[in-house]
Each structure stands twice: as C-alpha cells, then as structure tokens.
C-alpha cells in the first residue's frame, strides 16, 4: 500500500482564521514532506522531517507551522495567511531521509485563503 | 546548486503517437538520483520512476521507457502510442547525496502533455 492520505482536500479560510492541514501514512517511512504548489508551477518544498525531527525549513514565513505528533502524521498549522498563500499544499513520504528514495504523495489540499 | 530543466511547456500529439518528454538536470554530486512524476488533473503527484546515477540502462515498463546518458545530464521519457489516459502534466525531479539528509526534490518546471482522441 502507497497511500498518503491528506485532510481535508478543500479549504477556505480566511486571513484571521487558524486552521490545520493533516497528512498520513502507514507505509512505515521515516520521512515526511510538505510542498507547496501555485497554479502551473512545480512543487516547492517548505519542510522536511526525518525521523519525526524538523530537518529542513526552507525559510517558510513563520505562518506556517509543521508538526510530527508520530512517525505516521504530518500536520501543517496556519494562522494569519496571506491571499497569496492559497495553493496546493502536498504531503510526501519516503522509507528514508536520503536523497535515493522515492516519495510518494497524497492528493493534496486544495488551499484558498479569502 | 542542482537545477531540472524541462524546455517543452505543452505537447499536444493526436492518440497512438510516440512522444518524448526532455530532462536535462545539472548537478555538482556524483551521486544523484533522479525521478519522473505525472501530474493528472486530479493533482496527485504519481510516482514514475527512479534512476540513481550510476545506472544508466535504459528501462522499459509497459509503454512507458527512459532514456537515461550522464553524457548529456539527459533523463528523457518516451511513451510509446499514446493514450488520452496520459494526459496530465509529467515533472522530472532531482535528489542529490551531498547533503546527508533529505532534501526534497528539486523539480523542473513540468510538460503539460495533451492526447488528443
């Protein structure tokens, strides 16, 4: 089974609003990813964990804020978006943290801040 | 800096027609690993393929294969009588091994494949 499961696949917020982003899997990885991705343009990576730990930030605003409560979930804590944060957020696994393993993707949340 | 390169935006071919989707990557590593995706309109990254860079034989799944020559830092992909099924947007991605961790993937810019019945 290579399913990452992402919750919920829409969301409408607006820019006073907190709400969280989940992401699971239970293909027993070790690393965990969020991407974020604008209308025809590629994913951008935003953050990397590794073994439940933070490993990378990729100077993500602090309005965005992830969190690994376990090995299996990724959740993405936002708080006083922007209008040009709406996007597709991507949730991504791999067995490992280096860089020779696949990641395999959820379907992704479909973001719009208002 | 590793960088993807992907210079076909669109390509629109008519059903049953060969197609080939460009990659050029660069990277400092000697170590690499790179990786296709397709993007179907449901927006589900779906994972193709993966090539470290010592392996350079070429791969074949299906009507799917790879072209892969470090001569060029080419890793093109043709799909061989197209379907309408293969519609979707298709990103070569970069790994390196340099950083000891993960990095994510460095992706191209992506080659919006239209099949047209």
């Known amino acids: 089974d290579t399913e990452v499961t992402q919750t919920p696949k829409h969301l409408v917020m607006g820019m006073t609003n907190k709400k969280s982003l989940k992401c699971e899997q239970h293909?027993?990885?070790?690393?965990m990813y969020w991407y974020k991705q604008k209308a025809k343009k590629p994913p951008e990576l935003m953050f990397v964990?590794?073994?439940?730990?933070?490993?990378i930030n990729e100077s993500v605003p602090s309005r965005f804020s992830p969190e690994c409560p376990n090995s299996s979930l990724l959740n993405l804590h936002l708080h006083a978006l922007q209008p040009e944060d709406s996007a597709l957020y991507l949730c991504?696994?791999?067995?490992?943290?280096?860089?020779?393993?696949?990641?395999?993707f959820g379907p992704g949340t479909r973001l719009t801040v208002t | 800096a590793q960088k993807v390169t992907q210079a076909q935006t669109e390509i629109s071919v008519v059903e049953k027609e060969d197609v080939t989707l460009d990659c050029v990557y660069e990277?400092?590593?000697?170590?690499?690993?790179l990786f296709w995706y397709k993007q179907p309109p449901s927006g589900e990254l779906v994972f193709l393929i993966r090539?470290?860079?010592?392996?350079?034989q070429n791969e074949i799944s299906g009507r799917y294969s790879w072209n892969f020559q470090k001569s060029t830092s080419s890793f093109n992909f043709t799909i061989t009588a197209s379907q309408v099924v293969d519609s979707a947007v298709y990103f070569c991605?970069?790994?390196?091994?340099?950083?000891?961790?993960?990095?994510?993937?460095?992706f191209g810019k992506g080659t919006h494949l239209i099949i047209q019945p």
């Open positions: 964990y590794s073994y439940e730990k933070l490993s």
């Open positions: 991605a970069l790994s390196e091994m340099s950083g000891g961790g993960a990095d994510g993937l460095t």
């Open positions: 090539r470290n860079s010592f392996d350079e």
């Open positions: 293909m027993g990885h070790r690393a």
């Open positions: 991504a696994s791999s067995q490992g943290n280096t860089g020779g393993y696949e990641q395999y």
């Open positions: 990277t400092r590593d000697t170590t690499y690993y």
